[in-house]
């Protein structure tokens, strides 16, 4: 569904049906309450760039709100986990390279 940044985003839900205004996003809507989401956080968040680029059903993201620097803003900070390799997945837009080889150019200077 079309966030109010619009982008496309799969955890974005609104309700406009017979002049109802429901919007959450399904990913943060565990946060507690001083981290609640806000139709603005749409606007900088990384999911949907990362949706787009990485389709694999083993991903899993996590969703937390962070602060700018000298805590001005709020944003949404993404953590990202395979549950088929077990490992946190430190480029999510990539992925951690067990289903999808990794090109040598994205793993050079990573090992050893
Ligand atoms: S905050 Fe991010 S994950 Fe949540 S609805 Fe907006 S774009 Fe999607």
Same mark, same amino acid.
């Given at each position: ?25 399904? =990913? ?12 603005? =956080?749409?606007?900088?968040?990384? @999911?949907?760039?990362?949706?787009? !680029? ?5 991903? @899993? ?7 700018? =620097? ?5 944003? @949404?900070?993404?953590? !990202? ?7 946190? @997945? ?23």
């Amino acid at each position: 569904m079309r966030t109010p940044a619009g982008t496309e985003c799969p955890y974005f839900y609104g309700d406009y049906y017979r002049g109802r205004n429901q919007e959450e996003c399904r =990913l943060l809507e565990a946060a507690p309450p001083a981290n609640h989401w806000t139709p603005d =956080l749409c606007r900088t968040c990384p @999911v949907p760039a990362i949706t787009r !680029a990485n389709a694999c059903p083993h991903l @899993v993201l996590t969703a937390s709100i962070s602060k700018t =620097l000298l805590g001005l803003r709020r944003q @949404v900070k993404i953590e !990202a986990f395979c549950t088929k390799t077990n490992q946190a @997945v430190s480029e999510p837009q990539i992925g951690c390279g067990e289903c999808h080889p990794l090109p040598p150019i994205t793993t050079e200077g990573k090992s050893k």
